[in-house]
Structures are given as C-alpha cells and as structure tokens.
C-alpha cells in the first residue's frame, strides 16, 4: 500500500501528535510504502528527507520549507508534493492539529481523486479574544467542510467522536474512534518510588495548565508539606512560569529540566510519587498512557477524554475548584493503599491501547475506506 502521512510538525520537534506520527509510520513502513511530509520547523541540522528501510517497506521523511506564522508552520511546497507524488497514494493520512495543512490536503486528494483521512488529535479552543471572534468562522466556513469531505474521521476517544460530530456536522458513520498507542515493551522494570514528588512531562503551553500546578503546590508548601516537582518539556510559557515559580517562592521545590530523552522520561514515571495533568484541555495525551505503562499513579483534570482513558487508573479533579488540586495530591501524597490500587490499575489499563493494535486498526480502517 502506498501510504501518504501528512502532518504540520514532527520529531525531534516535542508534542504528542509528533510522537503518534512518528510510531504510526514507523510502525506502518514494516509492511506498506510510506511518506510522511511535515515541516522543518524544529527540526535544525536534521536532512530534509530521510529514507529508513521497513521489514517489507520502507518509511521515508520530508521536511518542506516553511514559515512560521500564528502558531502553524506554512509550507507553500506541500501542493506540488501531494499533486506530483508518485506512485499515486491509495490514501493520505492528514493529521489535523494545524491550520492550512488539513485544508492543502483536501484539495490536493480531490484534484487527484485520491482517498484521505482526517485524524483528530485535538478539538481546537480560542487562546485569546482574537481567536473567539475569528475560530467558530473558520470552523464553520473552513475546516467544517474539509472534516465533512474525509472519507474518514479518526478521534481518540468517544467524547471527541461527539464533540466532531456535534460541531462540525460530521456523519457518525464515517467518523472511527482509534484511541493513541503507548509501547508497553519498553517500561523499565519495578524500583522503589519516591512518596514526596510529582511530576509533570509535556510541552509548556497554556493548555497544559501548569499554573495551576504550581499554585497547587504552593498551597501544599504552606500546609508544611516536604514536596518536590520535576517539570520535564519545553514550550512557550516556559519563562512565565519560571518567574510565577519565583513569585511563588518554590525556587527550592520546583525544577524546570527542560527536554529529556525517552529514556530519562520512562526511568521518571518509574520513580516518581505520581504524574500530574491538570491540563485545561486535551486529545488523549500520550503522557497519560506512557505513565499508566509505568505503573505510574496519576492525578489529572476530570476531563471527559481522560475519565474514559483512564477509567479507575487516574484520581481526576476539578482544577478549577479552588484548592481542589492540592487535596487531591496531598491525598496522592499521603495515601499508601491509594498509590498502590491506581498503579495497578494503570499497568492493567495501559495494556489495551498497545501499539500493534493500534496500527491495526489504522490499516483497517484504510482497507474499509478502499473498499478491500
């Protein structure tokens, strides 16, 4: 099968999305032909296309030159590539977490009466007052009709699946819930865990809602708590919360390290007290299924999309409840039994959303919509 993947950003730029691209396509090019074309944005002294041979495939990567502009990287080479490509794709594979990208592919597949896929990471909300005046038009006018033209839709969970279908007027029937993929391989063995730290992993975005971590954690402090936090990504609003941290006074309890690779990620879930997700909206976060592979207790917001993938795995909170988040990690915190039953749970969960079923169910779905 030749298989097109098309995605605004990828590795070694950090997301999630990024991360779910990049193991679908690996994963695929064992036995199909596949290209993914993305951008260059975040990916400095890497070649602009890598070729890595698959058992009976092959997976190949080329970062378009692009400019960056309000948050979405444009790539004015992305219409001749899906129009020239050779051989014909059976279908292309968009993944929607940016703007123009998704709308470049629905052309481009009907101008060459190619199948494609639309798969939603995330449902976009207005970051700022800009963004509530000119979002719901652009959903309405724009990216409505291009979710409603894919001759499939992709959502991580049920919640999402209504919410698409919901907003954007989507045909139930052509809208498939294929929940993210997490390597359950790969988790470290069993070690002794601390019970005095939490951890966020993630890309430092207004999204992921680390303020109200940090205010959590204060509010820990000044009931004589002994906690510390590792804050382990990147991200935009790295500096502001680096100063609320100061304005804080957790200078000695809060660590911002940055980046770290997969291996220093995996050997954190394995030590750390609990994971925290406080985001103030989400797809099906990666980190949320790699901490659950961990074994890792979790504390997160009580968004629908986490309850559903978490189930009885993740301690969920309403973070916009005054206080309500710091109970609920010193609960975490001082709770043996508790910390033990959301482990086990977690280990059990993470079970179902292996990879090598996931890519299946991809696959299949591109056998349903070729008609095979």
């Known amino acids: 099968m030749e298989i097109v993947q098309v995605v605004a950003l990828y590795p070694p730029h950090l997301g999630g999305q990024e991360a779910v691209v990049e193991q679908l396509a690996t994963r695929q090019a064992q036995r199909h032909r596949v290209t993914v074309y993305t951008s260059d944005v975040g990916a400095e002294g890497q070649l602009r296309t890598e070729e890595h041979p698959g058992r009976a495939g092959s997976l190949r990567v080329v ?32 993944h929607t977490g940016q ?31 800009l963004g509530r005046l000119l979002l719901p038009a652009y959903f309405r006018l724009v990216f409505g009709p291009v979710l409603r033209r894919a001759d499939r839709v992709i959502c991580l ?11 954007f007027g989507v045909d139930p029937a052509r809208v498939a819930v294929i929940a993210n993929g997490v390597d359950t391989t790969g988790v470290p063995a069993a070690r002794p865990r601390r019970t005095d730290e939490l951890l ?38 790295r500096r502001r919360l680096q100063d609320l941290t100061d304005r804080l006074a957790l200078g000695d309890t809060v660590a911002f390290e940055g ?16 994971l925290v997700l406080p985001s103030t909206h989400e797809g099906m976060p990666l980190v949320l299924l790699e901490a659950m592979a961990a074994g890792t207790p979790v504390v997160a917001a009580a ?41 086990a749970a977690a280990a059990a969960r993470a079970r179902a959303y292996a990879w090598p079923a996931v890519t299946a169910s991809v696959e299949g779905l591109y056998a349903e919509v070729l008609g095979r």
Not at 66 to 93: E, F, K, Q, S
Not at 112 to 127: D, E, F, G, I, N
Not at 259 to 274: G, H, L, M, V
């Open 63 to 94: 970062r378009l030159r692009a400019a960056w502009l309000a948050n979405t990287p444009l790539m004015p080479g992305l219409v001749a590539r899906l129009l020239t490509h050779t051989p014909r794709p059976d279908v292309i594979h968009v």
């Open 99 to 129: 703007a123009f990208v998704p709308e470049i592919v629905a052309l481009a597949a009907t101008l060459r009466r190619t199948r494609y896929v639309a798969h939603q990471h995330l449902v976009l909300r207005p970051s700022s007052r």
């Open 157 to 167: 969970t049920a919640a999402m699946r209504d919410e698409v279908v919901h907003t």
């Open 200 to 237: 966020f992993v993630g890309r430092l975005a207004v999204q992921k809602n680390v303020e109200a971590l940090l205010h959590a954690t204060a509010a820990l402090r000044a009931q004589g708590r002994d906690v510390r936090v590792r804050i382990i990504g990147d991200g935009p609003e």
């Open 259 to 274: 980046r770290r690779d997969r291996a220093e990620i995996q050997d954190a879930y394995a030590r750390t007290t609990a």
């Open 303 to 343: 968004l629908p999309e986490i309850v559903e993938v978490g189930g009885d795995a993740v301690l969920t909170v309403d973070v916009a409840a005054p206080g309500a988040l710091a109970g609920a990690l010193g609960r975490v915190l001082d709770d043996v039994p508790l910390r033990s039953r959301l482990a």
